[in-house]
């Protein structure tokens, strides 16, 4: 039962850097979502793909870039990597992006950049 | 655009007491909202969501939360705390494209 798979775990930058974060789920959901967590703040959403190909803009998208590399797929990239973008990342997953759907979240990368 | 407000962010409760949590949303069209937990060093887990039809709506774990109209109030309850719902609960109401989450409270449990 593997639902959201999201790889690294853990990873440290140096500014400037650039990494590339990956996820996969394996419930064949048609929407997925990249969100940061940061103390006080809550979730908030990066990136989403309402269907294979296909990307959004979410709430905070700047310094980000997306690919939904295929229905199972979606990947976030750091171009140039800020100690502003220090925090933690999930990767989430739904059936569809409607109203109602349960979204699923993967276990969490957390990224520090120095 | 939908929104929550999560009101307070710790609470503290001992062992076998009762467990409240506030949220309150804001939305212009009818909300569909969620209760999310989130245990140290882990991903979220959905403990319970509403969308359309009983107001009471029961989880897992023992959770249940009410839903308000006239309060626009999601908040969550359980009867009887136990030191693993020790834990970061976040509430949350669906939007446009995904989820619109609350600051989150963290709940610590003592014996």
């Known amino acids: 039962n593997a639902g959201v798979t999201q790889t690294p775990k853990f990873q440290v930058l140096k500014t400037g850097q650039s990494m590339t974060l990956q996820c996969a789920q394996d419930?064949?959901?048609?929407?997925m979502y990249w969100y940061r967590q940061d103390p006080g703040m809550g979730l908030r959403l990066i990136y989403y793909?309402?269907?294979?190909?296909?990307?959004d803009k979410g709430e905070v998208p700047n310094g980000y870039n997306v690919s939904r590399l295929n229905k199972r797929e979606f990947s976030l990239r750091l171009e140039s990597a800020a100690p502003s973008q220090t925090s933690v990342y999930f990767c989430?997953?739904?059936?569809?992006?409607?109203?109602?759907?349960?979204?699923?979240f993967g276990e969490g990368s957390w990224l520090t950049v120095v | 655009a939908q929104s929550v407000t999560q009101l307070g962010s710790h609470v503290s409760v001992s062992e076998g007491a009762l467990v409240l949590l506030r949220c309150n949303y804001s939305?212009?069209?009818?909300?569909?909202l969620f209760w999310y937990v989130q245990c140290p060093n882990q991903g979220l887990q959905l403990l319970l969501k509403?969308?359309?039809?009983?107001?009471l709506v029961k989880g897992i774990n023992g959770f249940e939360a009410e839903f308000k109209k006239s309060e626009t109030s999601f908040h969550l309850t359980k009867p009887s705390a136990h030191m693993s719902d020790a834990a970061e609960y976040f509430c949350?109401?669906?939007?446009?494209?995904?989820?619109?989450f609350g600051a989150g409270t963290t709940v610590t449990v003592g014996a």
């Open positions: 989430a997953s739904s059936e569809r992006a409607g109203v109602g759907n349960t979204i699923y």
């Open positions: 949350a109401v669906k939007d446009d494209y995904g989820l619109s």
């Open positions: 939305s212009s069209v009818p909300p569909y």
């Open positions: 419930m064949n959901h048609n929407s």
């Open positions: 509403y969308t359309t039809g009983a107001t």
């Open positions: 793909s309402a269907s294979e190909g296909t990307t």
